[in-house]
Nanobody, 125 residues
Framework: VQLQASGGGLVQAGGSLRLSCAAS????????MAWFRQAPGKDREFIAG????????YYADSVKGRFTISRDIAQNTGYLQMSSLSPEDTAVYSC???????????????????WGQGTLVTVSS
């Protein structure tokens, strides 16, 4: 499975941005897709994830109510819609896929086998 993240950029505080994660290859093996981010000088953190079937979602408290994940199964693409952005959201955002999860959305990055390259989101004040 290959993942290609895109959509990052510069946005003003309070603005919105949508990230995309296009999956290719053996996409039928994906059980969960998730988004992580890593801010400068900080560890990578889980943001949100969803089951590829679309039945489950899970958000980190830091983004709940502001970020929404979705997917277009026909396009094998996951999305992260971000709104009410603040400078604290500035980070490199990466998507990841887990082919083994069952009835759960793992928040540990070690659970994810496939990773896309990061896309930088910069929120100016």
């Amino acid at each position: 499975v290959q993942l290609q993240a895109s959509g990052g950029g510069l946005v003003q505080a309070g603005g919105s941005l949508r990230l995309s994660c296009a999956a290719s290859g053996r996409t039928s093996s994906i059980r969960v897709m998730a988004w992580f981010r890593q801010a400068p000088g900080k560890d990578r953190e889980f943001i949100a994830g969803f089951s590829w079937s679309g039945t489950r979602t899970y958000y980190a408290d830091s983004v709940k109510g502001r970020f929404t994940i979705s997917r277009d199964i026909a396009q094998n693409t996951g999305y992260l819609q971000m709104s009410s952005l603040s400078p604290e959201d500035t980070a490199v955002y990466s998507c990841a896929a887990d082919p083994t999860a069952y009835l759960t959305i793992p928040s540990r990055q070690q659970a994810y086998i496939y990773w896309g390259q990061g896309t930088l989101v910069t929120v100016s004040s």
